[in-house]
Structure formats: structure tokens, C-alpha cells
């Protein structure tokens, strides 16, 4: 099965500092996660690029699984990314990059690169449901990162 890509972007009425380290604070992946997925994080080593978090996520109550993820790129506040270096996918690497159009407005993009295991049998799984399942889990993150934000960081003069 070939690696899959989920790309999505969102413009946030928010300082670009504000955007990035918000994704640098693991508190907020539990709010911004869909009801489905629940991430609990058991330990963390390091800081910066580097950094190494070991996660317990947990699926529609039911599947329970250990992530290990070290973040392969750290410049704030334009980009950051991880790879799963252990957890239920052979590949998982989440890329966002951060830019700022004009100055009352973020726009932060999202770049989930994965591969399913099993073969033949990962690559239906795909198209009936997996890639369907991630696109939502960005649409939803991105809906309440934005409503978390702005909600805070509100710029009152709106580019037209």
C-alpha cells in the first residue's frame, strides 16, 4: 500500500506565536481531539527538535494503543512535525507550517502523511473508512483550534 496523504488548512484570527504554541502543548491534542479519540500522554523526554512523547490513545472506547513520537522539525513559529517512530502504523508523519498573510490572520496547514499495515486488506480499509476518519479528525481539530483561538486572540479588524 502506497503512503496517504491528508492536507488541510485553516486561517485563524490569531497571532502566529499564539497558533503555534498552541500545538506545543499537549493539554490542548485533548481538546482538540474528536470524541472518538481520547490521547493520554505518559511521559515526555526532551525539548525542541528531538523531543520524545509517548502517548496512550485510546478509539471509540474501545482500541487502546501506544504511540512513541519525536519531533523531527522545531522552528517556531513557522513549522513543527512528528514522526511515530512506534505505534499501530508502519508510517505516521504530521507535518503543520505555520504562515502569517497579512497581520491579523494565521493560516496553518496540516499535513498527515500514513501507511496502513496489512496490505491488500489496510488499502480497503482505506477507502471504505481510515482515510475518511482522518480527514474528519482535521476538519473537527481545526473547527475547535480556530473557535479556541479566536475565541481568545479575536482581532477585531478583519481583512476584507
Known amino acids: 500500500m502506497d503512503i496517504q496523504i491528508v492536507e488541510r488548512k485553516v486561517a485563524i484570527a490569531a497571532p502566529i506565536e499564539a497558533v503555534y504554541g498552541f500545538h506545543l502543548d499537549f493539554d490542548n491534542l485533548e481538546k482538540i481531539s474528536p470524541s472518538w479519540m481520547k490521547p493520554k500522554l505518559l511521559r515526555t523526554e526532551g525539548e525542541g527538535k528531538g523531543k520524545i512523547l509517548e502517548l496512550e490513545i485510546t478509539q471509540f472506547s474501545v482500541f487502546t494503543s501506544k504511540w512513541v513520537v519525536r519531533v523531527e522539525e522545531y522552528d517556531p513559529p513557522f513549522k513543527l512535525s512528528d514522526l511515530?517512530?512506534?505505534?499501530?502504523?508502519?508510517?505516521?508523519?504530521?507535518?503543520?507550517t505555520f504562515t502569517q498573510p497579512c497581520?491579523?490572520?494565521?493560516?496553518?496547514?496540516?499535513?498527515?502523511?500514513?501507511?496502513?499495515?496489512?496490505?491488500?486488506?489496510?488499502?480497503?480499509?482505506?477507502?471504505?473508512?481510515?482515510?475518511?476518519?482522518?480527514?474528519?479528525?482535521?476538519?473537527?481539530r481545526h473547527r475547535v483550534t480556530k473557535q479556541i483561538l479566536e475565541e481568545k486572540y479575536y482581532i477585531k479588524t478583519m481583512p476584507a
Open 103 to 140: 497581520a491579523e490572520m494565521t493560516e496553518m496547514r496540516d499535513r498527515l502523511e500514513y501507511k496502513l499495515p496489512f496490505g491488500f486488506i489496510g488499502a480497503i480499509a482505506d477507502k471504505i473508512s481510515v482515510h475518511k476518519m482522518m480527514e474528519q479528525m482535521f476538519e473537527h
Open 84 to 96: 511515530v517512530l512506534s505505534g499501530p502504523l508502519p508510517y505516521f508523519y504530521h507535518i503543520r
